[in-house]
Every structure is written in structure tokens, then in C-alpha cells.
């Protein structure tokens, strides 16, 4: 019977290896990765193993091989600011990506004690929750589940559904302007359905953040959790 040791195995060290080496620009977008034969010396291993760790990009949508001539990094981590003013679709933009989002449901319903507390509102009153999927150039980036104050912005759930763009949602229900007031971050792995959306595998590293939004008087509007995929987003803090 075999018997678990719990190490990595070393196909994902060496994915593990490869994409640290992506996402510090070591290869950047488009260049050659080196040869099977290069990677077995430098791994001290033989091609299989190289093969199946190159597989394991590939399917995560880093890298694209081209037969007879090799891999080529297809993605690098994408640039997206934390600081007062976040606008996904003018941040991706800025870095030269495609930004698109996907809705993967919205309700209203009464909030809890704990969220009512974080929007300000009273126990009960009434939240939409959104739960969407972001991405860049077509590769999922980010899943989010964010807490909309619908009690005191009455219809922002149907602009929700109807404008993928939150700011132009905001802006229908007579929110000119938004900041945000707090964010925190920290590590964690992705769960069986966090990797279905993301296209990665489970347990993959994410950097799960929250936040808190609020309008020009500072009345909270949104609270927010996005969980960003680790390896394809390097996330800045910004004043």
C-alpha cells in the first residue's frame, strides 16, 4: 500500500517554479519558454515530468505550445490598483487588457446583523447581493461577492442587472462619485467551485481582499470580496 508523504510532487514544483518565473517577467508575453531539454537539466528530471508540469500551464491558460516549435508564455500578471477611486474597466484598459465581467446571479433579500452593521443600515433592511466573475482579455482574473445597500438606494438591484459596469449602475441610481474607505487582503486557496470559475485547480493560491465603498456624504454602498487568481494579477496599493 502506498503511503501519503504529503510533498508537492514534482511536476507542480516545477509549474510552481515556471509560473513564479512568469509572473516576476523573467519570460515575458509571447517569448519562448526554454526547451524540454533545458528545463530536465535545470530540474534535474527527466522530459515526462517537464511535459507534465508544461501541461499544467497550459491548461491554467499561461502558456500555448505550437508543435515543433515550442512554448510561448501566453498570459502575464495583470496590473490592477487597490487605492481610493477602483474602476475595473479603466484600470484593465490602462494595462493594456480587454476587461469584461460576468454576472453569476444577484438577489435582494433582508440583510443580517453582521451585514446590515457593515453597510450601516439597520437589521433586516434590505441588500442585494451580486456574485460576479471578472476577466481580462477572456481569461477568468477574479471572483466577487459584494453587498449592495438596496434599502438605501432603492432600484440599485435592477441597474445591477442590467449594466455589468457597477460604476454606470451607481451613476442610475444618482451616485455621482464613490471611494473607497478601507480594503484588506490576505491569502488563501481556492475552493472546488472558486477553481471551476477560475479555471484553475483547487487549492491554486488566491488573494482573497475586502473592501468597503461609500458615496460623497460616506454612506457605505458596497462591501465587497474578491478572490484574484495569485498568478495572474499583481495587485498595487495606491493612495
Known amino acids: 500500500m502506498a503511503v501519503e508523504t504529503g510533498k508537492t510532487p514534482i511536476w507542480r514544483a516545477i509549474a510552481n517554479a515556471l509560473r513564479g518565473d512568469i509572473a516576476e517577467g523573467r519570460y515575458p508575453r509571447g517569448s519562448k519558454l526554454p ?3 533545458v528545463l530536465s537539466d535545470r530540474f534535474g528530471v527527466n ?3 517537464v511535459r507534465h508540469a508544461m501541461s499544467a500551464l497550459v491548461d491554467e491558460g499561461l502558456v500555448h505550445t505550437r508543435r515543433g516549435a515550442g512554448a510561448f508564455v501566453k498570459a502575464t ?3 490592477y490598483p487597490l487605492g481610493k477611486r477602483m ?3 479603466q484600470s484593465l484598459r ?3 487588457r480587454l476587461p469584461s465581467k460576468k454576472v453569476i446571479s444577484i438577489e435582494t433579500r433582508p ?3 453582521e451585514e446590515a452593521e457593515r453597510l450601516a443600515l439597520r ?3 434590505l441588500i442585494c447581493v451580486k456574485h460576479g466573475l471578472s ?3 477572456g481569461q477568468p482574473l477574479a471572483l466577487s461577492e459584494s453587498h449592495f445597500a438596496e434599502a438605501r438606494y432603492p432600484g440599485l438591484a435592477q441597474m445591477l442587472s442590467e449594466e455589468t459596469s457597477i460604476t454606470k449602475a451607481l451613476a442610475r441610481v444618482g451616485i455621482s462619485d464613490f471611494t473607497r474607505a478601507s480594503t484588506r487582503m490576505r491569502a488563501t486557496a481556492a475552493t472546488a467551485t472558486q477553481a471551476l470559475h477560475l479555471q484553475v485547480r483547487e487549492g491554486a493560491p488566491l488573494m482573497y481582499t475586502t473592501g468597503l465603498d461609500v458615496d460623497a456624504e460616506g454612506n457605505p454602498i458596497e462591501y465587497g470580496m474578491t478572490w484574484f487568481c495569485g498568478d495572474r494579477v499583481t495587485l498595487t496599493l495606491e493612495d
Open 111 to 113: 440583510s443580517t446583523a
Open 135 to 137: 476577466l481580462a482579455d
Open 47 to 49: 522530459r515526462h515530468t
Open 35 to 37: 526547451t524540454e531539454a
Open 123 to 125: 437589521d433586516g433592511e
Open 94 to 96: 490602462a494595462a493594456g
Open 87 to 89: 474602476r475595473y474597466h
Open 77 to 79: 500578471p495583470t496590473e
